[in-house]
């Protein structure tokens, strides 16, 4: 029974892995197709020369995409607030979007349901009742955010956009 538990985590560990290193396509779309897909959503943008702009997209214009500017990072730096990046500068566009948020909701559950569970045990161990209930409340409290901030990541989709001529 107990090898077979090992061997179980060591096949989940070893798709974890390979699925975490996979590498996407990204989605060539022409720049008319462009506005739909990213406006209003948090961006990354990486520019011919390296350089790489975060922020929200505001619009797709005949030649530009107008950014609200979070961080830069590369030569030369924008300056937080609106930019107007030329199309012909943009390699690559990461998309981040939320689809809805069934993820956040399971991960809360999940963890107050565990931390119930993990809480109920540790309380019991203790001779003090006041002890006990800060125990409970603690690890319950600390599972309950733990998921749903995991649950918050399976929300993220993450969507690599190529534009094509």
Do not use: H
């Not at 077979?4 to 989605?27: D, E, K, Y």
């Not at 809480?119 to 019991?124: K, L, N, R, V």
């Not at 002890?131 to 749903?148: D, F, P, R």
Request: net charge positive; charged share 15%.
């Amino acid at each position: 029974m107990k090898l077979c538990r090992v061997l179980f985590f060591f096949a989940a560990w070893c798709v974890a892995q390979t699925s975490g290193t996979a590498a996407s396509t990204p989605l060539e779309l022409k720049w008319t197709e462009l506005a739909p897909i990213i406006s209003g959503n948090g961006v990354e943008v990486m520019l011919q020369d390296g350089m790489t702009i975060s922020g929200e997209a505001i619009a797709v214009r005949e030649d530009t995409l107008i950014l609200d500017v979070k961080k830069s990072s590369g030569g030369k730096p924008y300056s937080k607030g609106n930019a107007a990046i030329p199309r012909n500068a943009i390699s690559l566009i990461k998309v981040q979007r939320s689809r809805g948020a069934w993820g956040r909701t399971m991960g809360t559950v999940v963890g107050v349901v565990a931390g119930l569970g993990a809480g109920g045990y540790a309380a019991s161990r203790s001779n003090s009742g006041g002890a006990a209930v800060a125990t409970l409340v603690a690890i319950a409290s600390g599972l309950a955010v733990t998921g749903y901030y995991a649950g918050r990541g399976l929300d993220r989709r993450m969507t690599l956009i190529k534009i094509v001529p």
